[in-house]
C-alpha cells in the first residue's frame, strides 16, 4: 500500500487527497487550521457523494475512499509518506518553509512534489538537500473531475523520479503531460495573460465581464469564460501567477491589470470570498 501526505487543505489540496485517496492510496491531509481541515473532509464527503450520484463511484468504494483519508495539524506525520504533495498557498516564502521542513522530517527516500502552479521547481529544490527527488506536480482545478496533472521537471530532477511521478499519475487516472520549469510553465503562462486582457477588456470599458465571457464561450468555444474561471481560481491566485511571469520573464509584458490588483485588495477574490466578477450566493 502507498502513502502519500498532502500539505494544504485548500481547495487544491482536499481535491488531491481526494484523488489518491480514491485510487488506493493511505492518505494524510495536512494543515496548520483544524477548521480548514474538517471543511476540506466535509467537501471530499459532499464530493464523493456526487460521484456516487453519478454513477462514477459505488457506495462501497465511497466509504473506502473516506476511510483512506486521515488528518493532522502537524506537519511530522508526513515522516511515514513514500510521496509529499505540497498544496499550500501560492506563496514563495511559505511554499520555501515547507519545503525545508519536509526535507528535514521525511526520509531520504521520499519524493517532494509540489502541486505550484507557477513557482519555479529549481527554486523549491534548493530549500531541500535532496534536488533530485523535487518535481512539479501541478494538478488542475477542480482535481477529481479534470484529467490534466502538469509535471514539471527542475534541471536536477532525477530521471527515475520523474518516470516514478509519471506513472503515478496515470494510476490516478490523470493525463501527465511533462514540462521544464520555467515561469508560469505552460498552463499559466498561456492561460493568465488572456485573463488579465479580459480584464483589461472589462476595466477599458469595451465590455462588461457577462460580455467577455459570452464572446469566449460562444465564439471561442471555451466551456467557462476567462473571467468566470478566474472568479474559480482566485483573483488572488491569479495575480500571484501574474507577478511571477512578471519577475521572471517581461515586467511590461505580463503587467497584472490594475482592475485586478484593486479588486485582490479589496478582497473581493471570486467564489472563495463570495465576490469576484460575479456575485457567488453558496
Same mark, same amino acid.
Given at each position: 500500500?502507498?502513502?502519500?501526505?498532502?500539505?494544504?487543505?485548500?481547495?487544491?489540496?482536499?481535491?488531491?487527497?481526494?484523488?489518491?485517496?480514491?485510487?488506493?492510496?493511505? *492518505?494524510? +491531509?495536512?494543515?496548520?487550521?483544524? /477548521?480548514?481541515?474538517?471543511? #476540506?473532509?466535509? !467537501?471530499?464527503? @459532499?464530493?464523493?457523494?456526487?460521484?456516487?450520484?453519478?454513477?462514477?463511484?459505488?457506495?462501497?468504494?465511497?466509504?473506502?475512499?473516506?476511510?483512506?483519508?486521515?488528518?493532522?495539524?502537524?506537519?511530522?506525520?508526513?515522516?511515514?509518506?513514500?510521496?509529499?504533495?505540497?498544496?499550500?498557498?501560492?506563496?514563495?516564502?511559505?511554499?520555501?518553509?515547507?519545503? *525545508?521542513? +519536509?526535507?528535514?522530517?521525511?526520509? /531520504?527516500?521520499?519524493?517532494? #512534489?509540489?502541486? !505550484?502552479?507557477? @513557482?519555479?521547481?529549481?527554486?523549491?529544490?534548493?530549500?531541500?538537500?535532496?534536488?533530485?527527488?523535487?518535481?512539479?506536480?501541478?494538478?488542475?482545478?477542480?482535481?477529481?473531475?479534470?484529467?490534466?496533472?502538469?509535471?514539471?521537471?527542475?534541471?536536477?530532477?532525477?530521471?527515475?523520479?520523474?518516470?516514478?511521478?509519471?506513472?503515478?499519475?496515470?494510476?490516478?487516472?490523470?493525463?501527465?503531460?511533462?514540462?521544464? /520549469?520555467?515561469?508560469?510553465?505552460?498552463?499559466?503562462?498561456?492561460?493568465?495573460?488572456?485573463?488579465?486582457?479580459?480584464?483589461?477588456?472589462?476595466?477599458?470599458?469595451?465590455?462588461?465581464?457577462?460580455?467577455?465571457?459570452?464572446?469566449?464561450?460562444?465564439?471561442?468555444?471555451?466551456?467557462?469564460?476567462?473571467?468566470?474561471?478566474?472568479?474559480?481560481?482566485?483573483?488572488?491566485?491569479?495575480?500571484?501567477?501574474?507577478?511571477?511571469?512578471?519577475?521572471?520573464?517581461?515586467?511590461?509584458?505580463?503587467?497584472?491589470?490594475?482592475?485586478?490588483?484593486?479588486?485582490?485588495?479589496?478582497?473581493?477574490?471570486?467564489?472563495?470570498?463570495?465576490?469576484?466578477?460575479?456575485?457567488?450566493?453558496?
Amino acid at each position: 500500500m502507498s502513502r502519500v501526505a498532502v500539505v494544504g487543505a485548500g481547495t487544491m489540496g482536499n481535491g488531491i487527497a481526494h484523488v489518491f485517496a480514491q485510487y488506493g492510496w493511505e *492518505t494524510t +491531509l495536512l494543515d496548520v487550521s483544524r /477548521d480548514q481541515l474538517n471543511r #476540506a473532509l466535509a !467537501t471530499i464527503k @459532499i464530493n464523493s457523494e456526487r460521484q456516487v450520484g453519478k454513477g462514477a463511484l459505488t457506495e462501497d468504494a465511497r466509504q473506502r475512499l473516506l476511510d483512506r483519508i486521515s488528518s493532522d495539524t502537524s506537519l511530522e506525520t508526513a515522516k511515514g509518506a513514500e510521496l509529499v504533495v505540497e498544496a499550500v498557498s501560492e506563496n514563495p516564502k511559505v511554499k520555501f518553509e515547507v519545503f *525545508t521542513a +519536509l526535507d528535514r522530517l521525511c526520509s /531520504d527516500r521520499t519524493v517532494l #512534489a509540489s502541486n !505550484t502552479s507557477s @513557482i519555479s521547481i529549481d527554486e523549491l529544490a534548493k530549500h531541500t538537500d535532496r534536488p533530485d527527488r523535487v518535481i512539479g506536480m501541478h494538478f488542475m482545478n477542480p482535481v477529481p473531475v479534470m484529467t490534466l496533472v502538469e509535471i514539471v521537471r527542475g534541471k536536477k530532477t532525477a530521471p527515475w523520479v520523474l518516470e516514478r511521478i509519471v506513472e503515478v499519475s496515470k494510476s490516478l487516472g490523470k493525463m501527465p503531460v511533462v514540462v521544464q /520549469d520555467s515561469p508560469g510553465f505552460v498552463s499559466n503562462r498561456v492561460l493568465m495573460p488572456m485573463i488579465n486582457e479580459a480584464i483589461y477588456c472589462v476595466q477599458d470599458g469595451i465590455a462588461t465581464a457577462e460580455g467577455v465571457d459570452a464572446i469566449m464561450k460562444l465564439g471561442i468555444r471555451h466551456p467557462l469564460g476567462p473571467l468566470a474561471l478566474a472568479d474559480l481560481i482566485g483573483l488572488d491566485v491569479c495575480l500571484a501567477i501574474m507577478k511571477v511571469l512578471q519577475d521572471g520573464l517581461d515586467k511590461h509584458k505580463y503587467k497584472p491589470a490594475p482592475l485586478l490588483e484593486q479588486m485582490v485588495a479589496a478582497g473581493n477574490l471570486g467564489r472563495k470570498s463570495g465576490q469576484g466578477f460575479y456575485v457567488y450566493r453558496d
